[in-house]
């Protein structure tokens, strides 16, 4: 199966980008790929930087074998174990690791054949149970031989099934190998689904973290645009402030005018007593008014470090949303990465096919 999957995700969201913007272009032009489109409909918008990072986004040409498992190499072959060289069954399972391999093998003869996981023999690369009733294998005491080993492209295990005196290959008993065929099959298939599923955590994790991202992203662009606010009604006050203290001064001139003109006729009636309390009230007036004007001149420089603040605040907005944009085409690219890895499991098929 190819990777349908991403084409119609991003031909969805390249259909909702041409119905929300207003389409100033010819309607002649065409588009050449479903990239494109997504670059095509905010180029006009983003940078040059920020373009050319969500033409590399939206690039999904790296993932179309993603969710193609690889093959398994499953076979009857000869294979050298505790009985000796015989006829058995070998896989190579790919992606796997030795561990995980050896870990599943334990734990599948404990659930699916019954067997205690102390009745399991460890000894190098062999893995083994001796003189067990093992499920499936009808009501008679078997072994079970098994060798992991590491591959190159995986983990190649070779297995067969022994009763007191044979080994059970085709021709001893071929309803006792069929059914070891069976069980490697679903046991290569557990191993591989398993890997796989490793690499969907993994996958979800990225995603997770990318989602934590578009989040801080997004509180940020609430803290920004609350800044603008508060530095708006910052300089409304101030203006407020600045309109309340000119007509203070206006009135403060009239009287001080006033005042002059009284304190010339004291003077010239030579009314020492209320010069002196002219003058006294006169000097209150003029500190007063004196004091509204450099008030006024720090609420002057206070506009121009808000409208300074809203201008770098406005710019960290308009990056914020920048930055928004290309998360939201990351987390989308994320999403697709996850759904064929799941697709992938899906996939997996039992290499035991006859």
Do not use: C
């Not at 991003?10 to 489109?37: A, M, P």
């Not at 180029?43 to 993603?66: G, T």
């Not at 599943?104 to 067997?115: A, G, M, Q, R, T």
Request: hydrophobic share 35%; glycine share 2%.
């Amino acid at each position: 199966m190819r990777t349908i999957l991403f084409f119609t995700f991003l031909s969805i969201f390249s259909t909702i980008n041409l119905l929300s913007q207003e389409t100033s272009k010819d309607k002649n032009e065409t588009v050449r790929t479903v990239t494109d489109t997504v670059f095509v409909e905010v180029e006009r918008e983003l940078p040059e930087n920020y373009k050319m990072l969500l033409k590399d986004i939206n690039d999904y040409s790296d993932l179309e074998d993603i969710d193609e498992p690889e093959s398994f190499v499953f076979e009857v072959t000869t294979v050298d174990l505790n009985r000796g060289k015989h006829e058995g069954v070998s896989v190579v399972i790919p992606e796997a690791e030795l561990e995980q391999a050896i870990k599943i093998w334990e734990k599948d003869l404990e659930n699916i054949f019954s067997v205690f996981k102390s009745k399991v023999i460890n000894e190098g690369n062999l893995h083994y149970v001796e003189n067990q009733k093992i499920d499936g294998f009808e009501d008679r005491e078997l072994s079970l031989y098994a060798k992991i080993d590491k591959a190159d492209d995986g983990v190649k295990v070779e297995t067969y099934v022994a009763d007191s005196m044979n080994v059970l290959t085709s021709e001893v008993d071929q309803r006792a190998f069929d059914r070891l065929k069976a069980y490697v099959g679903s046991y290569a298939k557990e191993v591989y689904q398993d890997v796989v599923d490793t690499q969907i955590e993994k996958e979800e994790e990225i995603l997770e973290d990318l989602e934590d991202e578009l989040d801080d992203l997004q509180k940020d662009h609430e803290k920004f645009r609350k800044g603008v606010k508060d530095n708006e009604i910052d300089i409304e006050h101030a203006q407020q402030d600045i309109q309340t203290n000119k007509r203070t001064i206006e009135l403060n001139s009239e009287k001080i005018a006033k005042y002059k003109d009284d304190m010339y006729d004291a003077k010239v009636a030579d009314n020492r007593d209320l010069e002196k309390n002219i003058k006294k009230e006169l000097k209150k007036l003029e500190r007063s008014k004196d004091k509204l004007q450099d008030k006024n001149k720090d609420l002057y420089s206070d506009i121009v470090e808000y409208e300074q603040e809203i201008m770098e605040l406005e710019h960290e907005i308009k990056e914020n949303l920048n930055r928004t944009f290309l998360k939201k085409a990351e987390i989308r690219r994320q999403q697709t990465i996850v759904e064929l890895y799941q697709n992938k499991k899906v996939n997996i098929e039992n290499p035991n096919k006859n």
